[in-house]
């Protein structure tokens, strides 16, 4: 059974940071692409952030480039995204969620977590 649970989100002033995590059972984590989408209340849900699955190749949205950073590890089954600078914009849901063909494609992320809130205050 795949699980992807997430943790680290919470209510930030604007301007501050926080690392989400996302830990990963029943899949052969070193193989798939990871990736974090978010969703805020009555928009789409946008594809925030991907990484390979040796880690080497990311992608970021312009929305969160030079604010957000992905990364892995994958001897932990481990996916994170640290953000920082953040703004009243970035307040959603955030969902981990992997894919077995890469990880620049959004349609190809197969499984999903449940999602943690992000909160961002003035």
């Known amino acids: 059974q795949v699980q992807l649970v997430e943790s680290g989100g919470g209510l930030v002033q604007v301007g501050g940071s926080l690392r989400l995590s996302c830990a990963a059972s029943?899949?052969?984590?070193?193989?798939?692409?990871m990736g974090w989408f978010r969703q805020a209340p009555g928009k789409e849900r946008e594809f925030v952030a991907g990484i390979r699955w040796s880690g080497t190749s990311t992608y970021h949205a312009d929305s969160v480039k030079g604010r957000f950073t992905i990364s892995r590890d994958n001897a932990k089954k481990m996916v994170y995204l640290q953000m920082n600078s953040l703004k009243l914009e970035d307040t959603a849901v955030y969902y981990c969620?992997?894919?077995?063909?890469?990880?620049?494609?959004?349609?190809?992320?197969?499984?999903w977590g449940q999602g943690t809130q992000v909160t961002v205050s003035s």
């Open positions: 029943g899949i052969t984590f070193s193989t798939y692409g």
């Open positions: 969620a992997a894919n077995p063909r890469g990880y620049t494609s959004p349609q190809d992320y197969g499984y």
